[in-house]
């Protein structure tokens, strides 16, 4: 069955880096898109952007542009996402998602990162 | 980044029937087809209606989804408590894909 088991995250301090990955399995990986997806504290889910797993492409909101890297590994089934300079804006559950005709059919379990110094 | 409008909650008893909206705009909705997603309490969104009205394998049809101009809704019938939870709609946009405000569904 298709599964998106992610790792990663935890405490991080103003100004760190965090780097999430998400591991699929179930699914021929390089058929399909991956995405970003996270919410805030009591906030509405925020896309962050995507990557389609076979060619490297990738695609961000502009809100994350320059400060967010979403990459992969297809001998490992595995994308990641990174994000920088990180701030207490940035605490909040990151979420993968698989792309399927422009929705999501498949997510994480997520991924909590609390940026606190 | 555009967002899509939701009312907060909506409530309804049990066996009852409740309806949310998604309000947004030719950039979005008008143009492109719409999803509804399920996040009960601490847990990841499920997805629960795509292409504005079909859904995924599992779901039953109990809910139900529809799309007029740049609006969007979606049908809960016979509610039950294990429906309480927050609801987003989603769709892309210009600037990528934008979730809705969501809706928390209270069953009294």
């Known amino acids: 069955q298709v599964q998106l088991v992610q790792f990663g995250a935890g405490l991080k301090r103003p100004g760190d880096s965090v780097k999430v990955s998400c591991l699929a399995s179930?699914?021929?990986?390089?058929?399909?898109?991956l995405h970003w997806v996270r919410q805030a504290p009591g906030q509405r889910l925020e896309w962050m952007g995507r990557i389609n797993a076979g060619n490297g492409y990738t695609e961000y909101s502009q809100k994350f542009l320059g400060r967010v890297t979403i990459t992969r590994d297809t001998s490992a089934s595995t994308v990641y996402m990174e994000v920088s300079s990180l701030t207490s804006e940035d605490t909040a559950i990151y979420y993968c998602?698989?792309?399927?005709?422009?929705?999501?059919?498949?997510w994480g379990q997520g991924t909590p990162v609390t940026v606190s110094s | 980044q555009s967002v899509l409008t939701q009312p907060p909650s909506v409530s309804a008893a049990p066996g009852q029937k409740v309806t949310i909206s998604c309000s947004g705009s030719s950039s979005n909705i008008r143009n492109n087809d719409v999803s509804w997603y399920q996040q009960l309490p601490g847990t990841a969104p499920k997805l629960l209606i795509y292409d504005n009205n079909k859904r995924p394998s599992g779901i039953p049809d109990r809910f139900s989804g529809s799309k007029s101009g740049t609006s969007a809704t979606l049908g809960i019938t016979g509610l039950q408590t294990g429906d309480e939870a927050d609801y987003y709609c989603g769709t892309w946009d210009s600037e990528g894909y934008v979730f809705g405000t969501g809706t928390t569904v209270i069953v009294l």
């Open positions: 179930g699914f021929t990986f390089n058929r399909y898109a």
């Open positions: 998602a698989r792309d399927l005709y422009s929705t999501f059919d498949y």
